[in-house]
């Protein structure tokens, strides 16, 4: 962890009155409607990891993950649309460790070439030995999972141990091999802005793909405020290494509605370029659902009843 880093991390200062107005003005801004709506919904979908993480996962209900992933909305909603023979899936599926194995035999099964992301490094809280947490990441990978979800030690961040929790997340990217890396900041136990900003930072100078705001295991999940401090950071990163980092909401995603405010704020924070699933991601498992309800009263004009739609 070079001084030239120490001292860029160290120098930071947040403003909370103006993250906080920030925030205000995104979720103010006027939403598309009809044709337009419809299509910011399917760039949404392109960008969701698919996710269970439930202690009750089993190979079924895994495999009807995956089928979802693949087929995301009806095939006669998008043929009505004229996006059927677009190819639109979700952007990988999320699984725990122990079920990646069976997420890849089913999309392999299914022809698919969605890649399966698992989380690791003892998720949620991420207190067990750093031993365990690295040999986590390494069978996740060989079980076949191209994705690796980690989770930071919040204890460094909190205690400022900034340069211990680079080497423990470059360990993590040495794990990972040629696995797209994700790291999960847990805003909600963070405590501060600045802390925000500090450890989104130094996990992008530690090698991440991608950084995460929550697991959705913490009572505060990932707010539009601290999703500008992450934004923020994202950018500066850029303006200063040229290196372009991925941000991934996750953790209470449940509403088309909230798709739709998430992808406003990485065009009116990061530009277009961040609008595609290799530099932006929605965490989410129930969120789906509720996009294509919305699609269908799109093309039907009205609401579907509960089982008029496949299940997620």
Same mark, same amino acid.
């Given at each position: 962890?070079?001084?030239?880093?120490?001292?860029?991390?160290s120098?930071?200062?947040?403003?909370?009155?103006?993250?906080?107005?920030?925030?205000?003005?995104?979720?103010?801004?006027?939403?598309?409607?009809?044709?337009?709506?419809?299509?910011?919904?399917?760039?949404?979908?392109?960008?969701?990891?698919l996710?269970?993480?439930?202690g009750?996962?089993?190979?079924?209900?895994?495999?009807?993950?995956c089928?979802?992933?693949?087929?995301?909305i009806?095939?006669?909603?998008?043929?009505?649309?004229?996006?059927?023979?677009?190819?639109?899936?979700?952007?990988?599926?999320?699984?725990?460790?122990?079920?990646?194995?069976?997420?890849?035999?089913?999309?392999?099964?299914?022809?698919?070439?969605?890649?399966?992301?698992?989380?690791?490094?003892?998720?949620?809280?991420?207190?067990?030995?750093l031993?365990?947490?690295?040999?986590?990441?390494?069978?996740?990978?060989?079980d076949g999972?191209?994705? /690796?979800?980690?989770?930071?030690? $919040? @204890?460094?961040?909190?205690? %400022?141990?900034?340069? =211990?929790?680079?080497?423990?997340?470059? &360990?993590?990217?040495?794990?990972?091999?040629?696995?797209?890396?994700?790291?999960?900041?847990?805003?909600?136990?963070?405590?501060?802005?600045?802390?925000?900003?500090?450890a989104?930072?130094?996990?992008?100078?530690?090698?991440?793909?991608?950084?995460?705001?929550?697991?959705?295991?913490?009572?505060?999940?990932?707010?539009?405020?601290?999703?500008?401090?992450?934004?923020?950071? /994202?950018?500066?990163?850029?303006? $200063? @290494?040229?290196?372009?980092? %991925?941000?991934?909401? =996750?953790?209470g995603?449940?509403?088309? &509605?909230?798709?739709?405010?998430?992808?406003?704020?990485?065009k009116?924070?990061?530009?277009?370029?961040?609008?595609?699933?290799?530099?932006?991601?929605?965490?989410?498992?129930?969120?789906?659902?509720?996009?294509?309800?919305?699609?269908?009263?799109?093309?039907?004009?009205?609401?579907p009843?509960?089982?008029?739609?496949?299940?997620?």
């Amino acid at each position: 962890f070079s001084v030239h880093y120490l001292e860029w991390v160290s120098k930071v200062r947040v403003n909370t009155q103006a993250v906080l107005k920030r925030a205000q003005q995104i979720q103010g801004c006027k939403v598309a409607k009809k044709q337009w709506q419809a299509a910011w919904l399917l760039k949404a979908v392109t960008c969701i990891d698919l996710t269970t993480l439930a202690g009750d996962d089993t190979p079924s209900n895994v495999h009807r993950l995956c089928m979802k992933a693949t087929q995301p909305i009806r095939h006669d909603l998008l043929k009505s649309m004229d996006m059927h023979d677009k190819g639109i899936t979700t952007a990988a599926v999320c699984v725990y460790p122990s079920r990646v194995a069976d997420a890849v035999k089913s999309l392999k099964a299914a022809n698919s070439s969605l890649p399966v992301a698992s989380v690791a490094t003892g998720f949620p809280a991420g207190q067990t030995p750093l031993k365990t947490r690295l040999v986590e990441v390494q069978m996740a990978v060989e079980d076949g999972a191209k994705e /690796i979800d980690i989770v930071i030690n $919040r @204890t460094l961040a909190l205690t %400022g141990q900034w340069a =211990a929790l680079y080497d423990e997340i470059r &360990q993590f990217r040495e794990a990972c091999g040629d696995a797209h890396m994700k790291t999960i900041l847990a805003v909600g136990e963070l405590g501060t802005f600045t802390n925000v900003y500090k450890a989104s930072l130094v996990s992008m100078m530690a090698g991440s793909d991608f950084i995460k705001t929550s697991t959705g295991k913490e009572t505060v999940n990932g707010t539009y405020p601290v999703a500008i401090v992450m934004v923020r950071a /994202i950018r500066d990163y850029f303006l $200063r @290494t040229g290196y372009k980092v %991925g941000f991934k909401p =996750a953790g209470g995603i449940r509403t088309a &509605q909230e798709s739709v405010v998430w992808l406003t704020l990485m065009k009116e924070e990061l530009g277009d370029e961040w609008l595609n699933p290799h530099l932006f991601r929605l965490g989410a498992s129930s969120l789906l659902a509720d996009i294509e309800r919305q699609i269908y009263h799109y093309v039907t004009g009205r609401y579907p009843a509960y089982h008029e739609l496949p299940m997620a």
